[in-house]
C-alpha cells in the first residue's frame, strides 16, 4: 500500500508482547478482578487480544474519547462521546489504550473517572510516544515505547481507515493534511 511509509511493528512482534503484557497483568492482579476499560475506537483490536491471555477474571466496558478530530496532530481538546454502561466504584479499572501521545486524553480521563470511587486505577497502553508528553501521567504497562511518527493500523487510525491493519505502520507524509 502507498500510503504505508513503513512498517514499525510487525503483526507477530504485536502479539508476542501482548502476550507478555498479559502475563504481567494476571500475576499483578492475582485474586483479583479486573475491569478491562477499552478506549475506542483506537484500543479495540487491542484490547481483543489481550484479554485472551489474561487469566484472572475480566470484565469490559467501553468509553469513547475525542481529542482529535481527523487531523494528525493533538487539539488539546477532549470529549467523552460515549460513556460507560456500568459504575465502577469498587473496581479494579484497567484502562487499555492503543497510544498515547501528550497524554492529555488520559490525564482527563483519569480525573473524571478517580471520582466515581474505583478501587484502582491503572494504564495499559500499547504505544508509548514519551516524546511528545505534556502532562505527566504514570503508565503502568507499555507495548512499544514509539518515535513521534503518525502511526496507524491495529486499532489506529488515519482519518477512519485502517484501523483493521493487523501491524503498526508509519504514515506515508504525503497524506499529512496538516
Ligand atoms: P493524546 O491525548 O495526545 O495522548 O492522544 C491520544 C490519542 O490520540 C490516542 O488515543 C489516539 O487516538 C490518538 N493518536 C495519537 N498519536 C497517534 C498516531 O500516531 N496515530 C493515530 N492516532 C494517534
Ligand atoms: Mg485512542
Do not use: W
Not at 483479583?32 to 475480566?58: N, Q, R, S, W, Y
Not at 468509553?63 to 477532549?78: E, F, K, L, P, W
Request: glycine share 6%.
Amino acid at each position: 500500500m502507498d500510503i504505508v511509509d513503513r512498517i514499525l511493528i510487525s503483526e507477530d512482534e504485536i502479539q508476542k508482547r501482548v502476550r507478555e503484557l498479559a502475563e504481567e497483568i494476571s500475576k499483578d492482579y492475582a485474586g483479583k478482578e479486573v475491569l478491562l476499560l477499552c478506549i475506542l475506537k483506537g484500543g479495540l483490536m487491542f484490547l481483543a487480544d489481550l484479554a485472551k491471555h489474561i487469566t484472572v477474571p475480566v470484565t469490559m466496558d467501553f468509553i469513547g474519547i475525542s481529542s482529535y478530530g481527523n487531523a494528525t496532530t493533538s487539539s488539546g481538546v477532549v470529549r467523552i462521546v460515549k460513556d460507560l454502561e456500568d459504575s465502577i466504584e469498587g473496581k479494579h479499572v484497567l484502562i487499555v489504550e492503543d497510544i498515547i501521545d501528550s497524554g492529555l486524553t488520559l490525564s482527563y480521563l483519569i480525573n473524571s473517572l478517580s471520582i466515581r470511587n474505583p478501587a484502582s486505577i491503572k494504564i495499559c497502553t500499547l504505544l508509548d510516544k514519551q516524546v511528545n508528553r505534556e502532562v505527566d501521567i504514570t503508565v503502568d504497562y507499555v507495548g512499544f515505547t514509539v518515535p513521534n511518527e503518525f502511526l496507524v493500523g491495529y486499532g489506529l487510525d488515519f482519518q477512519e481507515y485502517y484501523r483493521n491493519i493487523p501491524y503498526i505502520f508509519i504514515l506515508n507524509p504525503k497524506y499529512y493534511t496538516d
